[in-house]
Structures are given as C-alpha cells and as structure tokens.
C-alpha cells in the first residue's frame, strides 16, 4: 500500500461517461495532514501518520495536541496511518497535507467505512433466512429461526452451541471494505473524488480511501496503463 486518505462520504449520484448513466458515490477526501513519519531506525517500520478534521480543542489532551502541533497543524479529531516502502518514505514530511489529487492517476480504490446500524434485527433479515412454512399446522412463528439444539457440539467439553451461530442479535454498524473501486472523476479544486458503486454508511461518515491491493488481471492491466499514461 502506497497511499491512503481519511474523508467522508458526502452521497450517491450519477454521472455521464462516454454517453452511459454510471451511479457514483461522491466522496470529501482530506485535506489530511501528515502528522508522523515512522522509519526503519525510529520505529522499525517505515510508515506515515496522517490528521483529519479539526477537534474541538476542549476534547483533546495535552499530549494529543502536543503530538499535532509539532507538525504546526490544530489538533485533529481522526488519527490513521499506513505502510509505505523505504523507496516512497521520502516522499512524505511532516505537516505535509495530501487531497484527492493524489489520487489523480489511480484507477482503483478500496474504500473502508462504517456500515449502517439496524439495530436488533432476526434471523430472517440479518442472514436471510426464509422462515419456517407458513402452511396448516404450523405455530404462529413463521420468522423464527427453529430449533438450535442439534447444532450443539460435545466433544470433551460442555454440549453448548458452536461461536458463531446464526441467530437474532445487533445487525450492522460493522467495518466493511469495498474493493477495486473504478475512480471515475477527480476534483482537484474542491478536493472530491466520484468512484462508481456503493460505499458503506451512512452520509457525512468517515471512509477511508487507499489504493486497491488486490486486482483482477483485466483491472491490474487497465490500472499500469493509466499509471504510465
């Protein structure tokens, strides 16, 4: 990984692409802040710490405020950073601030957020289950998950049903990440990048933005090429 942004998600729309309707998701990326640059000799590894979105400052300690003034920024409420090689460390220096436009000739995101909250749900719309029949003779408990007792396991220990079970509990609210996201636009003035597709969350969340890790042969090749262009 080469480079990652903190921003947040600002909503869906749809753009025009060589004549096609393609529904984008509209993202603020930064401006972030480098507030820490990790080396080999310092830290054992060569990393970059980047400050997004101011904090009030009522919120922070002193230490915290102390660590971002020495980068000559105000404190920032989000703190994440990320692997970079010993080739591309030098690229970075303290209060260095990155936006989008470093992203002007990457084809491909990974985008990571926050997905939505449902609160308690069952197991029919936490996992899809389809319920039990809803014929003569059957309870009034068509969304009910069903018996869990054969699922026990007794092998050495106490019969108790196996960790992860499907069943009713907290839905969402979980880190997810979106992979191979095309960027399709890149606004450098105002600092928004549109990939194509969904991002987990809701609008005004926090996502984070790196260059995709994993690639397709077809998108690997389309991605060299617009990296040499």
């Known amino acids: 990984m080469s480079l990652m942004l903190m921003g947040t998600k600002l909503g869906m729309t749809r753009v025009f692409v060589d004549g096609k309707i393609v529904p984008v998701t509209v993202l603020q990326l930064g401006p972030c802040v480098v507030t820490q640059v990790k080396t080999q000799e310092t830290d054992g590894y060569n990393g970059v710490q980047l400050g997004f979105a101011d904090?009030?400052?009522?919120?922070?300690?002193?230490?915290?405020?102390?660590?971002?003034?020495?980068?000559?920024?105000?404190?920032?409420?989000?703190?994440r950073e990320f692997r970079v090689c010993e080739k591309t460390i030098g690229d970075y220096e303290l209060g260095q601030v990155i936006a989008a436009d470093a992203f002007e000739k990457i084809a491909f995101v990974d985008v990571t957020g926050t997905s939505k909250g449902k609160g308690f749900a069952g197991g029919m719309k936490r996992y899809g289950f389809k319920g039990q029949q809803a014929t003569h003779g059957v309870e009034r408990k068509h969304r009910s998950p069903g018996s869990i007792g054969g699922h026990g396991n007794n092998a050495g220990?106490?019969?108790?049903?196996?960790?992860?079970?499907?069943?009713?509990?907290?839905?969402?609210?979980?880190?997810?990440?979106?992979?191979?996201?095309?960027?399709?636009?890149?606004?450098?003035?105002?600092?928004?990048?549109?990939?194509?597709?969904p991002v987990p969350g809701c609008n005004t969340s926090l996502v984070q933005v790196r260059c995709s890790t994993r690639l397709y042969?077809?998108?690997?090749?389309?991605a060299k090429e617009i990296a040499e262009a």
């Open 217 to 222: 042969r077809s998108k690997a090749t389309l």
């Open 157 to 197: 220990k106490a019969g108790r049903i196996k960790k992860g079970k499907h069943m009713a509990g907290h839905m969402g609210d979980h880190q997810v990440t979106v992979r191979s996201l095309p960027v399709v636009r890149i606004d450098a003035e105002q600092s928004l990048m549109l990939v194509k597709g």
């Open 55 to 79: 904090a009030k400052i009522r919120t922070q300690t002193i230490p915290e405020m102390a660590h971002d003034a020495k980068a000559g920024t105000s404190p920032k409420l989000y703190h």
